[in-house]
């Protein structure tokens, strides 16, 4: 009915089946003229309507600039519209014009399609200016690929008007003839035209910077914007410099805007589901306690013993309920992190999904073609034509189906990298409102852990998401299809499939313990890590360094235990896996012959099927994998919901409301760390003065720190208020730097005027200072600000000259914490605390006059008052924490729990590290003149180097060193065992292609069993041997990566701990950490993983290409040219790529470095209000590592266009060949290397892929054995050893000593010499960087001489191992560190004492009844960095341990520098008398201290200037008289010291 109609429209048959059943084939006239050219125009018309909105908006048509492209473009549309109103013209001529023979007139078609035509040309003038208006478009892909169909359907009419042409020898229709050739060649000109891109001169600029703006449709598709990129990468290696600018969309504001949009409403509806089920738990007990209440009370008479037992009943329920509180507490808003992610990024999410149906539905056209193809080739009578066809068909479909599987995965990774980016700008925005409570559940560590882990995890998943859905997608397609070609059979490979499934979730679930297992030790080993880094000065002062490397040790051995049953566990799923595809061929096919003796085997049937099992195993394989992640996932979900539903600090604590008349004012406030816990503040009323200067003071743990947090809003208010006027600033007790400039450090964020941070500078008398450092105020402060020394850090005069009474902040309210009594007279109005109530407030001659607890506070220190009154010893003790408006400054944080607040990591800012050398060093590389000009600082000036990043190719060496480890037995072993599984694999498809040619031996005869029998067992046996072989092969190379990462993590342990301490003052502590975090993690898990795929792969690539040209010998004239476009591409690809991955990890590391800095500041950036400036500075942060990390997914999908092109070629020879040579070939070899071709694009991507990363996780190996090979100190233990008892006298002689910290710089202490007797006290002194700690430094051998030489006891210290060096000498440092662990491991790592000797010396450094107090005693547990312990417990601690040494050589460092006047007095007194019979050096910052001292040795710039007793000295009116005076200290006083 239709083809009559049309047949009538046309004028012409419609369709007849002897056109194609010829030689050479064509289509009927009337087809090419109606269904060819609908199919063009309406996918125009369906597309028009997009491209017409935009015309419709409102935009200012002036300011768009016309390009000559766009003119052109629409020029030629104006052209082809001419050539269609020509077209009707010949018609109408023709039927009406004046020579018309006879009204004979034309066929419809010949009216309607000019006309279609003309419309259509009206519609796409008007398309390409909406394209014009559009907002940052370049080209359109919908009018691109209409020129591209209309030139394609052109080319039929083409071909048929030149073969008639051609047939009968003249043109019968000449004016149509022209017109068509003419608008073709236009629709050329368009096709072209349209590819081009057409940048607005607005836009050059960004395109510049972001190629991938101005890409167009084409280049889009197939990545080719990213060539200069990967041709920049080839020439030299990229540096971040090189790297694009983002898309707006894919920066980290726009990302985290829009998940902090979603996530707030999802967790608010979480929170409330969270608290109604609460509600229901709660109703639930109450009713149950009341029914048995109820029941109770009925059942006896009421008596008095009744009532009683009641009571005790309610004590017990109450403690039962303080547990289940405890349970609840563990509870937390759950589930609603998913939601989230999928509102904020359901765009990609749906775009991909799309793309992956699509790709699915794709991979199934192929396997028919294969049919069709064996088919052909069986059939000698057929056209070669179809070969040619189905040759070309399978090209097309094979591009078609590689350039929607790229745009698929280019989608899903850049959602993994925006879930990621995300993820961890939620957490880090978290980290800056997070409260207390939550914050003492997670360790920094875990924090950064949950930046960097777990959502890399979640990136990881969300990669491969869509495979939930295409996975059983794929599967049931390739069951249907397989039931077409061997019917019912297929259930039999089916059951195999479905058996496997249970196996595989149960190794799933047993995975995921493990897993969880292997989480927990990584996560215990990189604590300590962490703290050995920090405290590794300690380590080295102590000799402790082999027992924190058992502990290490221990814990890596435990890993490595999980780790070998987690591979043992994979190599069995692998058994499983790679035996499936084999087991169900066998089972499918076996059933399929042994079901009736007419089912033959056929060709076409066996490889259509094989192709199709090819299919298959891809979603089987993933499944699993995909379900473990997923499991990984829910882990890092509930860890992550966890801390991000956590509650967030009250922001209404404290109020700022202007009203009130004083600055601040606490009305009746209890305050306490935690909600549930009992007020460590309580009752407190305040009421201060605008433009007060108010001191604070208390004995240790009096609540002082606590008072300062509660104002700053960081603990919870059980009841009363707090009210603020004003701004505020915080000094802290410890100071907080930034690894910035110094510059940077002092404005805090504030705007740059030059003479108002002169006066600051001035004021703080950091001036002399500053003229020391090489770069003045634009020095580069290393991390933790360890090139400033503790003097520099916090500043005395401070108080004369910013905080007091004619100080610069006169004019605002200032609270200083201090235990400073000779400020006290100062001061406007003084605070008491006692035990965290205010016990008395008044002025200072009020508060005397009173006797209350002041005074008698006043009592003890009186004396000690009177040398102090302006001694410059004060200079930690108020450790000026000055505070705008509430200006106030603390200094020890003595209470315990101080640590929850302040600091949490101590160990991160604490300067811990050797600040004091840093100066020095500083000071002498500039000879003590200015340099004129920054940039000019020389080599040995940059602190903290950049991280070196190695370039170019990795050495091969690098491989064999890692083969080395894994063992060379193993690694040929595994190679073998791989060798023989691949041969297995080719021999039973052979066997197969042998086994489909009885169908033509035996057609029409009946199948002999015997036959049948063999086939099926021979068949069988060598698939079950390929999965034996990947077994062995897969358990041997886990033993061997076991090895592997056992040895290379001992060789970086063992090689740390041996470097000289310059190498920690010059290098982040972040950068070693990532050696041991995510380099050691690449090598346990990352590595072992790749090299076996990769091994795989390549195996997989040889056997098909031999496969190949064994069917079809032609073949091996296409390998050698395709080999060398696969080399190129491969080494532009992989120069590129690992330069990107370096980059990525390199710019990964300031990520996680600026996190933990904020961490530890948190309470001075709250205090200041700054969290938008480090939010700020986390968004630019990361999106200079998405910089990275985003070329790097292009650069993938750049290669995997290019090669799945190249493997298509491939396909498209292999069938190409078979065709040409169809005469002499058996179609069972054909089949055969038509499926194995089909199988050849994934496997070459993957072996390119696999090299890649291979070679990018090498990189981890390389970086490792860098730090492994760092050069050491000297050996440990030397052969010449010092006898048992040195020393004996404790005699020190320092010989024309000379030293520098690092060759090329100058020196530091220029010739010392001199002798120290044994028992002597001697007092060091000397301005800040005067080489007093240099000296410490250079007894202990931190620093090796560069002349001359230190004996003690006449043994030249140089000469024996450092342990017996440094275990013989004694140090109380200048911070007390302390590790994680028990109390008696931190006194006596090694278990050499009894426990009778520590309780001795706890006796002795009045800890005893405090430890004694302690539940688990000297068992009890030291936080990290020794936080649930105050500063001056901490102190203590480390008397304690100088005091269980007994070394005749102590050395005390600016010991008591911050410490309140009683610890001091404590340690003081403790070590007259406990140390009488030793030498004793002091490093003293107060004067008064070191009085009493048999000789006093004056440093300055590395010499010593005087050396003598303190009266002599005082007489001499030298150096020491100038710094005596200044500090108060006159003659007559030394007589009463």
């Known amino acids: 009915m239709c083809a009559a109609a049309l047949e009538e429209y046309c004028g012409s048959i419609f369709w007849n089946a002897s056109y194609l059943n010829r030689e050479d084939p064509d289509l009927p006239v009337c087809f090419e003229q109606t269904v060819l050219v609908w199919i063009p125009l309406g996918f125009l018309w369906f597309c028009a309507p997009r491209h017409l909105v935009s015309l419709c908006r409102r935009t200012q048509v002036g300011t768009k600039h016309l390009s000559w492209r766009y003119i052109f473009k629409q020029l030629v549309v104006c052209l082809l519209f001419l050539t269609a109103i020509a077209a009707l013209a010949v018609t109408l001529g023709e039927d009406y014009g004046p020579n018309t023979v006879s009204p004979g007139k ?39 690929l209409f020129w591209f169909f209309l030139v394609l359907c052109d080319i039929f009419p083409f071909q048929t008007l030149l073969r008639e042409a051609l047939q009968l020898g003249e043109i019968s229709d000449v004016p149509r003839f022209c017109l068509f050739y003419i608008s073709f060649g236009l629709e050329l000109i368009a096709l072209i035209l349209s590819a081009v891109a057409d940048v607005p001169p607005e836009a050059e600029e960004l395109v510049k910077k972001n190629p991938e703006v101005g890409a167009v449709f084409l280049s889009r598709i197939t990545f080719s914007w990213f060539s200069s990129m990967v041709v920049k990468g080839f020439k030299r290696p990229l540096v971040q410099g090189d790297m694009w600018e983002l898309n707006d969309t894919d920066g980290t504001a726009d990302i985290n805007q829009r998940f902090q949009y979603f996530m707030q409403s999802e967790l608010g509806a979480a929170r409330v589901r969270f608290q109604n089920k609460l509600k229901k738990k709660r109703d639930k007990s109450r009713d149950k306690a009341q029914e048995e209440a109820f029941q109770n009370g009925l059942g006896k008479g009421v008596s008095q013993d009744v009532l009683m037992m009641e009571e005790k009943g309610k ?16 509870d937390h808003p759950n589930s609603w992190l998913i939601t989230t992610i999928y509102k904020a990024f359901k765009g990609i999410l749906f775009e991909s ?16 073609l294969l049919k069709l193809m064996v088919s052909f080739t069986q059939d000698p009578s057929r056209f070669a034509w179809e070969g040619y066809l189905y040759a070309v068909l399978l090209l097309l479909v094979a591009i078609l189906q590689s350039l929607v599987l790229q745009q698929y995965f280019q989608r899903c990774f850049v959602l993994g990298m925006k879930v990621r980016t995300a993820i961890t700008a939620a957490v880090y925005k978290k980290a800056l409102v997070v409260s207390n409570d939550t914050r003492k559940e997670s360790t920094v560590g875990e924090i950064v852990n949950l930046m960097s882990a777990d959502a890399q995890r979640f990136n990881d998943v969300t990669n491969f998401i869509h495979l939930l859905w295409s996975c059983p997608l794929q599967i049931g397609l390739s069951i249907v299809f397989l039931w077409f070609e061997l019917g019912p059979s297929v259930l039999a490979g089916l059951a195999v499939m479905v058996l496997l499934g249970p196996i595989n979730g149960l190794l799933a679930t047993k995975a995921r313990t493990i897993q969880i297992e292997n989480m927990k030790f990584k996560d215990k080993r990189l604590k300590i890590m962490n703290e050995i880094l920090n405290g590794i000065k300690i380590l080295k002062l102590y000799a402790w360094e082999p027992s924190f490397q058992a502990q290490v040790e221990g814990i890596r051995e435990d890993e490595l235990n999980v780790m070998r049953k987690f591979a043992y566990l994979t190599s069995v799923s692998t058994f499983i896996f790679s035996c499936a595809p084999a087991l169900v061929s066998l089972a499918t096919f076996a059933v399929f012959v042994g079901v009736s003796p007419n089912n033959l085997l056929t060709a076409e049937k066996a490889f259509t099927s094989i192709a199709l099992f090819n299919i298959l195993r891809f979603p089987l394989a993933m499944l699993p994998m995909l379900i473990a992640a997923i499991v990984q996932t829910t882990v890092s979900r509930k860890r992550l919901e966890k801390f991000l539903g956590g509650e967030d600090l009250e922001s209404d604590i404290v109020r700022h409301d202007p ?27 305040l009421d201060i003065k605008p433009g007060r200067l108010v001191a604070v003071v208390g004995a240790v743990g009096s609540g002082k720190s606590s008072l300062m947090s509660a104002l700053l809003g960081e603990m919870y208010s059980t009841k009363g208020f707090i009210n603020i006027q004003g701004s505020l600033a915080f000094v802290p007790q410890q100071a907080w730097i930034q690894n910035a400039t110094l510059r940077d450090n002092i404005l805090f964020g504030s705007s740059h005027e030059e003479r108002r941070l002169q006066g600051v500078i001035q004021a703080c008398a950091l001036g002399p200072d500053l003229e020391l450092l090489p770069g003045s105020d634009l020095t580069e402060i290393g991390e933790k600000g360890i090139n400033l020394s503790g003097g520099q850090k916090q500043r005395k005069h401070l108080f004369d000259e910013v905080i007091g009474p004619n100080g610069l902040l006169k004019d605002k309210t200032r609270i200083l914490v201090t235990h400073g009594v000779s400020f006290l007279p100062y001061v406007d109005e003084i605070i008491v605390l006692v035990d965290g109530v205010v016990s008395e407030v008044g002025s200072y001659n009020s508060l005397r006059a009173s006797r209350g607890a002041f005074s008698e506070f006043l009592d003890t220190y009186a004396k000690e008052q009177s040398n102090q009154t302006h001694s410059e010893s004060d200079c930690y003790q108020d450790a000026a924490d000055v505070e705008l408006i509430p200006e106030r400054e603390d200094t020890l944080p003595d209470s315990p729990l101080e640590d929850t607040v302040s600091v949490t990591l101590k160990r991160e800012d604490s300067i811990r590290r050797s600040q004091r050398n840093g100066s020095v060093r500083l000071r002498k590389k500039s000879s003590l003149k ?7 600082i020389k080599k040995g000036q940059r602190l903290i180097e950049n991280e070196t990043m190695e370039t170019g190719k990795v050495k091969f060496s690098v491989y064999l060193q890692y083969l080395r480890a894994m ?49 099926v067992g021979v068949f069988g046996v060598l698939g079950v041997a390929q999965g034996v072989f990947v077994f062995i092969g897969t358990l041997l190379l886990a033993n061997a990566s076991v090895d592997a990462s056992r040895i290379l993590h001992s060789r970086l342990l063992n090689n740390i701990l041996r470097v000289p301490m310059i190498f920690f003052d010059t290098t982040p502590i972040g950068r070693v950490v990532n050696r041991f975090a995510k380099d050691i993690f690449t090598v346990d898990e990352a590595i072992p993983q790749s090299f076996r795929s990769w091994l795989l792969c390549l195996l997989g690539v040889v056997g098909t290409l031999f496969v190949i040209c064994l069917a079809t010998p032609f073949f091996t004239i296409i390998i050698i040219p395709l080999a060398v476009v696969y080399y190129f591409v491969q080494r532009f690809y992989v120069a590129t790529s690992r330069q990107l991955r370096r980059l990525d990890s390199v710019s990964r590391s300031p990520i996680y470095s600026h996190f933990s800095e904020t ?40 290669l995997a266009i290019r090669l799945e092109f190249l493997g298509n070629l491939v396909v498209f020879f292999a069938a190409l060949f078979a065709v040409i040579s169809r005469k002499t070939l058996d179609s069972g070899l054909v089949g055969l290397s038509i499926s194995y071709a089909l199988n050849v694009t994934q496997t070459l991507n993957w072996l390119v892929r696999m090299t890649s990363e291979l070679e990018t996780n090498i990189v981890a190996v390389e970086r490792v054995s860098e730090y492994a090979e760092l050069e050491n100190e000297a050996k440990w233990v030397t052969d010449t050893r010092p006898p048992e008892k040195w020393p004996e006298k404790g005699r020190l002689q320092f010989d024309n000593y000379k030293v520098r910290y690092r060759p090329g710089l100058d020196l530091v202490l220029h010739g010392i010499t001199c002798d120290i007797d044994s028992t002597e006290k001697i007092g060091i002194v000397g301005r800040t960087g005067a080489g007093k700690s240099s000296l410490t430094n250079c007894l202990f051998r931190i620093i090796e001489a560069s002349e001359g030489r230190i004996l003690i006891d006449n043994v030249d210290i140089s000469t024996i191992g450092l342990h017996d060096l440094r275990s013989r000498l004694t140090i109380i440092p200048q911070d007390p560190v302390l590790f994680s662990g028990t109390l008696r491991m931190n006194l006596d790592p090694f278990d050499k004492f009894s426990d009778e000797d520590i309780w001795r010396v706890l006796e002795l450094s009045h800890l005893k009844d405090y430890v004694a107090g302690l539940q688990e005693g000297l068992q009890h547990e030291v936080a990290e960095g020794g936080e649930n312990l105050s500063v001056g417990q901490r102190q203590l601690l480390c008397l304690a341990r100088a005091l269980l040494r007994k070394s005749r050589i102590l050395i005390l460092d600016e010991a008591t520098a911050a410490v309140d006047l009683e610890t001091d007095d404590l340690i003081q007194n403790t070590i007259r008398e406990e140390f009488s019979h030793c030498t004793v050096l002091t490093i003293a910052h107060r004067l008064h201290s070191i009085m009493d001292s048999s000789r006093v040795m004056v440093l300055d710039a590395g010499k010593i200037v005087e050396f003598d007793s303190p009266s002599n000295l005082l007489q001499q009116q030298g150096h020491f008289y100038a710094m005596a005076t200044d500090a108060g200290i006159t003659r007559e006083e030394t007589t009463v010291l």
């Open 106 to 144: 034309n066929p419809g078609v010949f009216y309607a399609n000019p006309v279609l035509y003309a419309v259509t040309w009206i519609l796409l003038l008007l398309c390409q200016e909406g394209v014009r208006r559009r907002e940052g478009s370049v080209d359109s892909a919908t009018l691109f």
């Open 967 to 1015: 063992g060379w037995g193993y690694t040929v072993m595994v190679f073998l065992v791989y060798f023989t599984q691949n041969v297995a694999f080719i021999g039973q498809n052979l066997w197969l292609s042998d086994w489909t040619n009885d169908a033509v031996d035996y057609y029409n005869m009946t199948y002999p069993n015997w036959k049948r029998d063999t086939r």
């Open 353 to 368: 999904a799309f793309f992956k149906l699509l790709q699915d539905l794709l991979a199934f056209v192929s396997p028919q």
């Open 1159 to 1198: 961490v530890s500041g948190l309470s001075v950036i709250r205090a200041y209000g700054h969290q938008d400036r480090f939010l700020k500075h986390n968004e630019t942060t990361t999106d200079e590592n998405l910089k990275s990390l985003y070329p790097w997914i292009v650069s993938n999908r750049w």
């Open 315 to 330: 004590k017990g329920d109450e403690k039962k309920k303080k547990k289940d509180k405890k349970k609840e507490e563990k």
């Open 930 to 936: 200015k340099s004129d000009n920054v940039s000019d």
């Open 659 to 685: 009203s009130f008349n004083s600055a601040i004012s606490i009305c009746d406030g209890s305050f306490a760390w935690e909600r549930e816990a009992k007020p460590l503040l309580k009752n407190v009323s």
